[in-house]
């Protein structure tokens, strides 16, 4: 029994020699856990809508923008619902406002330089020019004529002392003796008097597109149409079609020199080369 009691450990001697043990243990491993820490939760990714693009309205109806002044910007759609065109309208009360036509010779300039040295609340571009640019056809400021008027294939947007008419110079040819006070001339016709078909030979030339028009009401719309989808025929079309109740129209140059500028609000559509004659118009 002596031999036993000397070789059993005693109780005490035994906590020591578990606690020695455990301690070995946690060297040996660098840390001692009695059970594993959970991983914290991801956070997830915050969650973005992408925003629906409000649908194109194919047609504005027209806006009143002040007294005698209306706006209006129709997209023309595809059978699949894809817009091909775009078409941007000002349409005028003669009574309210003041037409003029505004010449540089030889020295073109932006629609912006021409409203800024007019004070014109818009600005729309003229008829053709040659690589000189002087224009084609007759024109006439401040009562002076220059040019030679085009024949009956034409048309011209006038400014009598009564105020703007638009012409086929068919019906209604240009007489020097006619007090003019402001004249420009272009061509083809696109819609003729009493809202006649104007232009009926298909061609196959798109491009951009400016009309001087004047509807049954004697209102002045000017169009531009900047995509570059309209044909001549195409566009005498559309016009023909449209509900402007247009009693006639005129084509004026179109490609790189189609632009119209509004001063207030500042808008329309911007030429992409400079011109040596405008259309103007003023509030009275």
Not at 61 to 82: F, M
Not at 210 to 220: K, M, P
Not at 254 to 259: E, I, K, L, R, Y
């Amino acid at each position: 029994m002596a031999l036993l009691s000397r070789i059993q450990p005693t109780q005490k001697h035994f906590w020591r020699w578990l606690w020695g043990l455990l301690w070995l243990l946690a060297g040996c491993q660098g840390r001692f856990d009695l059970a594993p820490r959970p991983l914290p939760a991801p956070t997830p990714p915050p969650i973005t809508a992408t925003p629906t693009p409000p649908p194109l309205l194919p047609d504005t109806g027209w806006e009143l923008l002040q007294p005698g002044l209306e706006r209006r910007i129709i997209y023309l759609l595809t059978a699949q619902g894809q817009p091909y065109e775009q078409i941007y309208l000002l349409r005028f009360a003669p009574a309210l406002f003041r037409f003029d036509v505004a010449y540089h010779p030889g020295q073109p300039q932006s629609l912006t330089a021409w409203q800024s040295e007019t004070g014109a609340l818009a600005v729309i571009n003229g008829g053709y020019f040659t690589p000189e640019f002087t224009a084609t056809g007759l024109i006439v400021v401040n009562g002076q004529a220059s040019g030679v008027s085009y024949g009956d294939f034409a048309g011209m947007f006038a400014i009598t002392p009564q105020g703007p008419q638009l012409r086929w110079l068919a019906q209604q040819p240009y007489d020097p003796a006619e007090p003019l006070l402001a004249a420009l001339q272009s061509f083809p016709m696109l819609v003729k008097p009493d809202g006649a078909p104007g232009y009926n030979e298909p061609d196959n030339h798109p491009s951009r597109r400016t009309v001087v028009a004047q509807d049954r009401q004697g209102r002045i719309i000017f169009l531009a149409a900047g995509w570059g989808s309209f044909t001549l025929h195409g566009l005498s079309q559309f016009l023909n079609g449209s509900d402007l109740d247009i009693d006639i129209a005129l084509n004026l140059d179109g490609g790189a020199s189609t632009g119209i500028l509004l001063a207030q609000p500042v808008e329309g559509l911007g030429t992409l080369a400079t011109v040596p004659a405008v259309i103007t118009v003023h509030a009275r």
